[in-house]
């Protein structure tokens, strides 16, 4: 609109400066044209290729960083990824990177969480190692200790088996979504 009355007051004659401040527009803004939408530029197949060659065997996504081997600039990688669907989700500010599963089980017994807690006695830190089952949220074996050791987890995933299934036994597989470090388990899996 204000680009269509500066045009009109140059065909009258003004000056383009004049005709600026009499509209009230920056001289930027009247030379600024958009680019609009990009077009999408054709995939490189041996790239592709390439691509698909080095995240073989991986199921989730792989940066465009650590594809070596291909004599392209990073950013082609990138542009490619991109198209393909292949790139990391970006962080948002405030927000963790992911998320855990929510397990919400249908029976009791099902599935267990654990995690310590560190707690400040007053003169050291101890630690507080609970078993808690995800159906009813009711804590099922706790061990209390100065130290934070696989030790103590074991301890209460024993306390927690011998209060809900007594002498019987019973057959479970442990579930870590910390890559093996005993300092924050997240699941028992009870068949």
Not at 97 to 110: D, E, G, H, L
Request: charged share 25%; hydrophobic share 40%.
């Amino acid at each position: 609109m204000k680009r269509q009355l500066v045009e009109e007051l140059m065909t009258e004659g003004k000056p383009l400066k004049v005709a600026l401040e009499a509209v009230g527009m920056a001289k930027s803004s009247y030379y600024y044209r958009s680019v609009g939408q990009r077009k999408m530029r054709a995939l490189d197949e041996s790239l592709v290729r390439s691509i698909s060659e080095v995240r073989q065997g991986y199921a989730g996504v792989y940066g465009y960083r650590k594809i070596e081997g291909c004599k392209v600039n990073a950013e082609k990688v990138l542009r490619h990824l991109r198209a393909l669907g292949l790139t990391q989700p970006k962080k948002l500010k405030g927000r963790k990177w992911s998320r855990p599963a929510i397990v919400k089980p249908a029976v009791c017994n099902t599935y267990w969480e654990a995690d310590f807690t560190c707690v400040w006695t007053g003169n050291a830190n101890a630690y507080l190692c609970v078993m808690i089952d995800a159906w009813d949220r009711g804590i099922i074996g706790d061990v209390f200790s100065d130290r934070c050791r696989a030790r103590e987890a074991a301890e209460a995933l024993e306390k927690a088996v011998l209060s809900r299934f007594g002498g019987r036994g019973a057959v479970w597989s442990w579930i870590d979504s910390q890559g093996g470090s005993g300092s924050a388990v997240h699941g028992l899996q009870l068949p």
